[in-house]
C-alpha cells in the first residue's frame, strides 16, 4: 500500500477508536462538574497526576519500548510482550514497598490506594493495547477505544450518580474501564500466547530496556510541564484554584485529539519508513499539513472558548475556567509539534535526544512557574507551560535536523503563532470589540492555512484514485 494511503487509513481508524475516548472528556465534564465541586475536582486532578507521574516509572517506561519493537519484524513478539509484563510486575512491587512514604504525601494523603488502582490498571490496559497497535491489529485497537469509551460513561454513571462515591468513585470508574478493556483485549488478540516464562531472549530484553530506561526521566520532564503548575497553583492558591485549571485544560484536549488520533498512525509510519531522501519529503509534506490543522483548530477554540465553558459545566462557579483556556490551547499546539519532532528520535532510536530537550523545556516551565504564578496567578501557570513547551519545540526542530531535516517554512509558522498569540491577548484582556476580532482573526488564520490542507488532501486523493497528477516523491 501507499505510504500516504496506509498514513490515511491508519488515521481514519484510529479516529474512530481514539474520538470516543477524548470526546468522553465533554460528555462527562457537565457531570463532574455538577457532583463535585472545584475542590473536590482540584483534589481528583491530583490524585489522576500522582498516577501518571507513576506511572513510567512503576513500567519503566517499557510501554514506549513494546511499540518501537513490537514494530520491528526482526523482533519476536513473544519476547516483547513477555518483558512488557514482567517489567511492570516487578515495578508495582516496588511501589507496593514504598506505600508508606507515598502516603505522607499531603496531595494524595488518604487517597493513595485509589493511586495504586490507577496505576496498575493503566500500565496493564496500555500495554495489551499498545501490543495490538504494534501488532497490526489497528481495527481491534480502534473497536477498543469505543468500548472502553462506553465503559467509563456507564461506570460514571453508577459509581457517581447511582452510588455518589464522589472522588472514589471517579476513579474506580476509570479503574473498572481500564479493567474491561485489558481482559477484553487479551482474550480476543489471544495476548496469552505471547507470554513466556521461560526462553525469553535476554539481547531482546536488554534492548528494550536500554532503549526504554533514557525515557523514564523524559516522560517525568513531560509530566512536569504538564503537570507541575497543578501542584504549585495548589500550594500557592488552593485545591478550587486548581480545580479551575484542571477544567481549562480539558478544552485544549480537543487540539490533542487531532493530534492523537494522526500520531498512533504516524508513529507506525514514521518507524517503517525507508530511504533519506523519501524520509525527508515524506515527514516534510507530513509536518507542514500537520502544523496547518493544528493552528486552525487552536485558533477555532480561542474563538469560541468561552461558549465552551458554559457549555461544558453546569456549576457556575466553575465558569471563570475560561480565561485560562487561551494560553493552554496555544501551549498545547506546540506540544503537538513537539512530539511530532519527538517520532524522529524515536525512528532513530535516539532517546537520549528525547530526554535533553524535555529537561530544558520542563526546568524552564518549573521556574518560570515559582517567578510568574505569585504575581500573575494561575495565567502565570499558563504562559509557564507556553514558554516550556515552545522551547522543546524549537530545540527539537533544531536537533532534529541530524538525522531528517524537515523543510519547515518558518515564515508561515512565526505568522500563525503571532495570530495565536494576538487572539490571546484579545480573549484574556477582554478588548473592546473583542469578538469582532476573534472572528477576524480566525477566519485569517483559517484562510492562511486552508490552501495547504487542501493541495495536500488532493494530491493524496489524487494516489488513491490511481497516482494522477504528480507529487514531490515523483
Given at each position: 500500500m501507499d505510504k500516504y494511503r496506509k498514513l490515511i487509513s491508519n488515521t481514519v481508524?484510529?479516529?474512530?477508536?481514539?474520538?470516543?475516548?477524548?470526546?468522553l472528556v465533554f460528555f462527562l465534564m457537565p457531570l463532574y462538574t455538577s457532583v463535585l465541586d472545584p475542590e473536590s475536582y482540584g483534589v481528583v486532578d491530583l490524585i489522576v497526576q500522582t498516577g501518571n507521574l507513576l506511572i513510567p516509572i512503576v513500567s519503566i517506561g517499557v510501554i514506549n519500548a513494546v511499540v518501537r519493537f513490537g514494530l520491528d519484524d526482526a523482533v519476536r513478539k513473544s519476547d516483547v510482550f513477555s518483558t512488557g509484563i514482567f517489567t511492570i510486575l516487578g515495578?508495582?512491587?516496588?511501589?507496593?514497598?514504598?506505600?508508606?512514604?507515598?502516603?505522607?504525601?499531603?496531595?494524595?494523603?488518604?487517597?493513595?490506594?485509589?493511586?495504586?488502582?490507577?496505576?496498575?490498571?493503566?500500565?496493564t490496559r496500555s500495554l495489551c493495547?499498545?501490543?495490538?497497535?504494534?501488532?497490526?491489529?489497528v481495527?481491534?485497537?480502534?473497536?477498543?477505544?469505543?468500548?472502553?469509551?462506553?465503559?467509563?460513561?456507564?461506570?460514571?454513571?453508577?459509581?457517581?450518580?447511582?452510588?455518589?462515591?464522589?472522588?472514589?468513585?471517579?476513579?474506580?470508574?476509570?479503574?473498572?474501564?481500564?479493567?474491561?478493556?485489558?481482559?477484553?483485549?487479551f482474550f480476543t488478540a489471544k495476548l496469552y500466547r505471547y507470554i513466556r516464562f521461560r526462553g525469553i531472549r535476554r539481547d531482546t530484553s536488554t534492548a528494550m530496556l536500554r532503549y526504554c530506561i533514557p525515557l523514564i526521566p523524559n516522560t517525568?520532564?513531560?509530566?512536569?510541564?504538564?503537570?507541575?503548575?497543578?501542584?504549585?497553583?495548589?500550594?500557592?492558591?488552593?485545591?478550587q484554584a486548581n480545580g479551575l485549571l484542571a477544567v481549562a485544560y480539558k478544552v485544549p484536549t480537543i487540539v490533542n485529539l487531532v493530534s492523537t488520533i494522526f500520531m498512533d498512525a504516524w508513529q507506525i509510519s514514521a518507524v517503517t519508513e525507508k530511504g533519506t531522501l523519501a524520509r525527508e519529503r515524506f515527514f516534510t509534506k507530513v509536518f507542514r499539513t500537520y502544523q496547518s490543522l493544528l493552528f486552525s483548530a487552536a485558533s477555532g477554540l480561542i474563538l469560541i472558548s468561552k461558549l465552551l465553558t458554559r457549555l461544558l459545566t453546569s456549576n457556575p462557579s466553575y465558569y471563570p475556567s475560561w480565561q485560562f483556556i487561551p494560553l493552554l490551547v496555544m501551549a498545547t499546539v506546540f506540544s503537538c509539534m513537539g512530539t511530532f519532532l519527538g517520532t524522529v528520535y524515536i525512528a532513530e532510536k535516539k532517546s537520549v535526544f528525547t530526554l535533553v530537550t524535555t529537561a530544558v523545556g520542563a526546568i524552564?516551565?518549573?521556574?518560570?512557574?515559582?517567578?510568574?504564578?505569585?504575581?500573575?496567578?494561575?495565567?502565570?501557570?499558563?504562559?509557564?507551560?507556553?514558554?516550556?513547551?515552545?522551547?522543546?519545540?524549537?530545540?527539537?526542530?533544531?536537533?532534529?535536523?541530524?538525522?531528517?531535516?524537515?523543510?519547515?517554512?518558518?515564515?508561515?509558522?512565526?505568522?500563525?503563532?503571532a495570530v495565536l498569540g494576538a487572539q490571546c491577548a484579545v480573549m484574556?484582556?477582554?478588548?473592546?470589540?473583542?469578538?469582532?476580532?476573534?472572528?477576524?482573526?480566525?477566519?485569517?488564520?483559517?484562510?492562511?492555512?486552508?490552501?495547504?490542507?487542501?493541495?495536500?488532501?488532493?494530491?493524496?486523493?489524487?494516489?488513491?484514485?490511481?497516482?494522477?497528477?504528480?507529487?514531490?516523491?515523483?
Open positions: 481508524i484510529f479516529a474512530i477508536g481514539t474520538f470516543s475516548s477524548k470526546v515495578g508495582f512491587a516496588l511501589l507496593v514497598a514504598c506505600y508508606p512514604l507515598l502516603d505522607m504525601i499531603p496531595s494524595i494523603a488518604g487517597h493513595t490506594v485509589l493511586v495504586y488502582v490507577f496505576v496498575l490498571m493503566s500500565c493495547s499498545q501490543f495490538v497497535r504494534a501488532k497490526g491489529y481495527r481491534l485497537y480502534a473497536f477498543d477505544g469505543v468500548l472502553s469509551t462506553i465503559a467509563t460513561i456507564l461506570f460514571n454513571v453508577l459509581y457517581l450518580v447511582v452510588f455518589r462515591w464522589g472522588i472514589n468513585g471517579y476513579i474506580m470508574a476509570i479503574f473498572s474501564a481500564d479493567l474491561l478493556s485489558s481482559i477484553f483485549l517525568v520532564f513531560w509530566w512536569i510541564m504538564n503537570a507541575a503548575d497543578r501542584y504549585i497553583v495548589t500550594e500557592m492558591m488552593g485545591a524552564l516551565n518549573v521556574g518560570l512557574n515559582l517567578l510568574l504564578i505569585p504575581q500573575y496567578g494561575v495565567n502565570g501557570a499558563t504562559f509557564a507551560t507556553l514558554v516550556g513547551y515552545l522551547c522543546v519545540f524549537v530545540l527539537r526542530a533544531i536537533d532534529t535536523r541530524r538525522y531528517i531535516r524537515i523543510r519547515m517554512n518558518v515564515t508561515k509558522m512565526i505568522f500563525n503563532t484574556i484582556l477582554e478588548l473592546p470589540y473583542w469578538i469582532a476580532w476573534e472572528i477576524g482573526l480566525t477566519l485569517l488564520m483559517i484562510v492562511t492555512n486552508l490552501g495547504g490542507i487542501v493541495m495536500t488532501l488532493q494530491k493524496l486523493l489524487a494516489k488513491r484514485l490511481g497516482g494522477k497528477g504528480r507529487t514531490d516523491d515523483n
